[in-house]
């Protein structure tokens, strides 16, 4: 149900709008999808996350919410480029540059410490951490190639904050420090490219607790 319902969202969903801070259509654009995997999520798996907190990312993947990423993901037909031993997603490649030489020139240094994982991968990462730790094998948004685990981000850094206040910016979000759904630990270091649009709304979605976080750093380590 939730493969065919995914297909039927990437047929239809042609969608397009000008992004705008917090304005009203950016806030209900696919409202009526999220609203059906909001009633999914709740009759499947029990699983109580409002359509408030549910977005589509820029190759129309859920956003906020768990999800088999892997029916949905070829990686042989996607466009990515080598980091190293990591790879990401050709877009996501270029904002992450952007991202680490603007974050560089305030003296803050960020590197990947992991980023796409295969199944397989997840399956033993899944196997030595538990649910508590690791997502279950399809679920994790590592399979996206879009997604990094950034090196000594912790959520006491100073990286973290410079994070939250400008990686909006750069199309990438925390999506699994902010997240209704609490079977998972709050990751400060995973950040996943969502596309600009979608990173817009999920700051304006989790505003109020994004803004809290950044008075905590802000009190530590001042502005930045």
Same mark, same amino acid.
Request: glycine content about 4%; overall charge positive; some cysteine.
């Given at each position: 149900?939730?493969?065919?319902?995914?297909?039927?969202?990437?047929?239809? &969903?042609?969608?397009?709008?000008?992004? %705008?801070?917090?304005?009203? @259509?950016?806030?209900k654009k696919?409202?009526?999808?999220?609203?059906?995997? &909001?009633?999914?999520?709740?009759?499947?798996?029990?699983i %109580?996350? $409002?359509?408030?907190?549910i977005?589509?990312?820029?190759?129309?993947?859920?956003?906020g919410?768990?999800?088999? =990423?892997?029916?949905?993901?070829d990686? @042989?037909?996607?466009?990515?480029?080598?980091?190293g &031993? %990591? !790879? +990401? +997603?050709?877009?996501?490649?270029?904002?992450?540059?952007?991202? !680490?030489?603007d974050a560089?020139? !305030?003296g803050?240094?960020?590197?990947?410490r @992991?980023? =796409?994982?295969?199944?397989?991968?997840?399956?033993i990462?899944?196997?030595? $951490?538990?649910?508590?730790?690791?997502?279950?094998p399809?679920?994790s948004?590592?399979h996206?190639?879009?997604?990094i685990?950034?090196?000594?981000?912790?959520?006491?850094? !100073? +990286?973290?904050?410079?994070?939250?206040k400008?990686?909006?910016?750069?199309?990438?979000v925390?999506?699994? =420090?902010?997240?209704?759904?609490?079977n998972?630990r709050?990751?400060?270091? $995973?950040?996943?490219?969502?596309g600009?649009?979608?990173a817009?709304?999920?700051?304006?979605?989790w505003k109020? %607790?994004?803004?809290q976080?950044?008075?905590?750093?802000s009190?530590?380590?001042? @502005?930045?």
């Open positions: 149900m939730q493969k065919l319902f995914c297909i039927v969202f990437l047929l239809l &969903s042609n969608i397009t709008l000008a992004q %705008d801070d917090c304005s009203a @259509s950016l806030q696919y409202w009526r999808y999220r609203i059906n995997m &909001s009633t999914f999520l709740a009759q499947e798996s029990g %109580d996350i $409002h359509p408030d907190k977005f589509y990312d820029f190759m129309n993947m859920p956003i919410v768990p999800f088999n =990423y892997i029916d949905f993901i990686i @042989s037909n996607q466009k990515y480029v080598n980091i &031993s %990591d !790879k +990401l +997603l050709y877009p996501a490649y270029i904002e992450y540059k952007k991202m !680490k030489a560089s020139k !305030k803050v240094n960020i590197n990947i @992991s980023s =796409y994982r295969s199944k397989r991968t997840q399956e990462v899944f196997r030595k $951490h538990g649910p508590k730790v690791a997502e279950i399809g679920y948004e590592h996206l190639l879009t997604t685990d950034i090196r000594y981000a912790g959520e006491n850094t !100073k +990286l973290f904050l410079w994070l939250l400008y990686g909006f910016d750069y199309g990438w925390p999506t699994y =420090y902010f997240r209704i759904e609490k998972i709050k990751e400060a270091w $995973h950040w996943r490219f969502v600009i649009e979608a817009k709304w999920f700051e304006c979605a109020d %607790d994004i803004n976080e950044i008075r905590r750093l009190y530590q380590f001042g @502005s930045i």
